[in-house]
């Protein structure tokens, strides 16, 4: 079953592989037009999300919005698909980033600086994994969490994988993550933008409380890394600019600042981007969630080490 269920997905890959970028765009705004009707429970909870976080919008502004992020999940997801099989060269017309002088810090004869970067779910976020092909003095990695149908899983590590970005998922590769952090010249990304489950930190975002991942300063702290923020803007039908921010401070006086003092400067720059253009973040998402039991500012193992997630970086 698995065999076949991967070969039935491979052949829907190959299909949208084969036609044009903004005709694959097209196809899925149109997919994401039709799920915003045919999904009620994630539209409810787009429209829920929306409204709290726009008051002053309207009833007819907040369902224009809600409508519109559908489309452009449909075609993000079906243009990463399509771009996954492009070469750096094939989307450059399609691609481009902004802000990489904030990153591009040498240390005298060792190379670029190790970075870490938190990243949220803006527009094709597929494609923060292709930075180190335009900007090759970088190694990228990022982490993800397998999925539960192993067919799928491989699927979309082959994917993945033709981005040149080492991938390492979260519970079973904490160990290659912990060695290749020693190295020089890694920028690593790590998704900050949704529900963190109940360790995670409960900082506000868009004036609610809600439960938020501490790894991106977790990880810059443990390993001596600078943070920064990065946003993938849709600015046009298949077309997406990614910008760097610049470096959020984790010292302060040449003290550790607190993970939850680096999270919220995160928040709130998600929430700037949010509000530059609301339709281009991941609003289906529950991220809002009441806390299933007193969360924990920061985690620790034995012997002392932070954890995010349930594992030690």
Known sequence: MNTLIYWLARSVVAVIQTLPLRLVARLGRAGGGLAFYLT??????????????????SSAEIREIARETFRRLGENYASAIKTAAMTPAQMRPHFEFAGAENILIFQQDAGPQSRVVAVGHFGNFELYARFGQYVPVFKCAATYRGLNQPALNRLLVELRNRSDCRFFERRTESGALRAAMCDTGLLLGLLADQHAGPNGLRLPFFGRDCSTSAAPAVFALRYNCPLHTAICYRVGLARWRIEVGEEIPTRSNGAPRSTADIMRDVNREFEKAIRRDPANWFWVHRRWKPPERRAKPEAKTEDGALKVDGQAP
């Open 40 to 57: 009620k429970r994630y539209r409810r909870v787009t429209v829920d999300n929306l409204t709290n976080s726009f008051p002053g919008k």
